[in-house]
């Protein structure tokens, strides 16, 4: 089974950085898309960024320019570089994996994120 923890969440003031780490289990990690989500207390989950075995990144519109994701294939693991942090980014985000070729998510626990304003 993949396992995805998540690190690096915490409470920091707006206009502060906070760089979130999943990291995978298993062999496979340079073939999946990985992804964070976030979800706000009252809202859906939604995406906030991915990026593909070939490091294309998609991001949402309300993080862009201030939000980075990267991943380090010898390390199993997707950083996401959150810059510029507003209230509205309060929220638990998840890392996902996607296995394409098996038509399989697997998802991370949950990291809280709450920014003070």
């Known amino acids: 089974q993949v396992q995805l923890v998540e690190s690096g969440g915490g409470l920091v003031q707006a206009g502060g950085s906070l760089r979130l780490s999943c990291t995978v289990s298993g062999s496979d990690f340079n073939t999946y898309v990985m992804g964070w989500y976030r979800q706000a207390p009252g809202k859906q989950r939604e995406l906030v960024a991915t990026i593909t075995s070939s490091t294309s990144t998609n991001y949402a519109n309300s993080v862009k320019g201030r939000f980075t994701i990267s991943r380090d294939n010898g390390k199993n693991t997707v950083y996401l570089q959150m810059n510029s942090l507003k209230p509205e980014d309060t929220a638990v985000y998840y890392c996902?994996?996607?296995?394409?070729?098996?038509?399989?998510?697997?998802w991370g626990q949950g990291t809280q994120v709450t920014v003070s304003s």
């Open positions: 996902k994996a996607s296995a394409l070729v098996l038509y399989t998510d697997y």
